[in-house]
Structures are given as structure tokens and as C-alpha cells.
């Protein structure tokens, strides 16, 4: 089983930054890809970046050129470092690893 600890959501103006964490412990051997997905009330949860082991990285077009993921794989843990907020990027963030979900860290942006 692995176990997923978030951290570092919060309330930001528009137009500022966040970096949020995650980082994976338990039956862990090798890990691909990292990612996070977000998701509001009444819709899907949608994905917002993706980094595989090498580091090659995928984002939603919403997020590009505004958010960076990263990752430290002697640490298991990922950061996604968003900038530019929006108000549209309210959402509950969740780091999602090995088919595992972590609990979601809140980020709300006002305007």
C-alpha cells in the first residue's frame, strides 16, 4: 500500500503563487509518473500535470506556461509550483501516484 501526504494549499490573490507537495511512502519499489489533478464541485476531476521518472512532463492547457511540476525521486514527492493564479484554479488539488489518490489540499484563489 502507499501512503500520500500533501501539503501547502491555501487561500492567494490573484495573480500569486503556490508550490503544494506531495510525498509517497510505503510499499514503494519504483515509481513512473507522478501527477496531480484538481477538481471543483459537479464536475470531473481533471488532470493538471503529469512527470514521468526521467522528468518528461504533461500539462493541462489551462496550466501551461503558468505551473511547473517537478519531482525529487530520492524523496518520492512531487511539486507542482503554481504561478499566475486565477480565481478558475480554485479547486481541490490531488496528488495521484501508483493508482493511489492522496486526501486533496484545498487552494482558492480570490479575485
Known amino acids: 500500500q502507499v501512503q500520500l501526504v500533501e501539503s501547502g494549499g491555501g487561500l492567494v490573490q490573484a495573480g500569486g503563487s503556490l508550490r503544494l507537495s506531495c510525498a509517497a511512502s510505503g510499499s514503494i519499489f519504483s515509481i513512473n509518473g507522478m501527477a496531480w489533478y484538481r477538481q471543483t464541485p459537479g464536475k470531473q476531476r481533471e488532470l493538471v500535470a503529469h512527470?514521468?521518472?526521467?522528468?518528461?512532463?504533461n500539462y493541462a492547457g489551462s496550466v501551461k506556461g503558468r505551473f511547473t511540476i517537478s519531482r525529487d525521486n530520492s524523496k518520492n514527492a512531487v511539486y507542482p509550483q503554481m504561478n499566475s493564479l486565477k480565481p478558475e484554479d480554485t479547486a481541490l488539488y490531488y496528488c495521484?501516484?501508483?493508482?493511489?489518490w492522496g486526501q486533496g489540499t484545498q487552494v482558492t484563489v480570490s479575485s
Open positions: 495521484y501516484v501508483k493508482n493511489y
Open positions: 512527470i514521468t521518472s526521467g522528468g518528461s512532463t
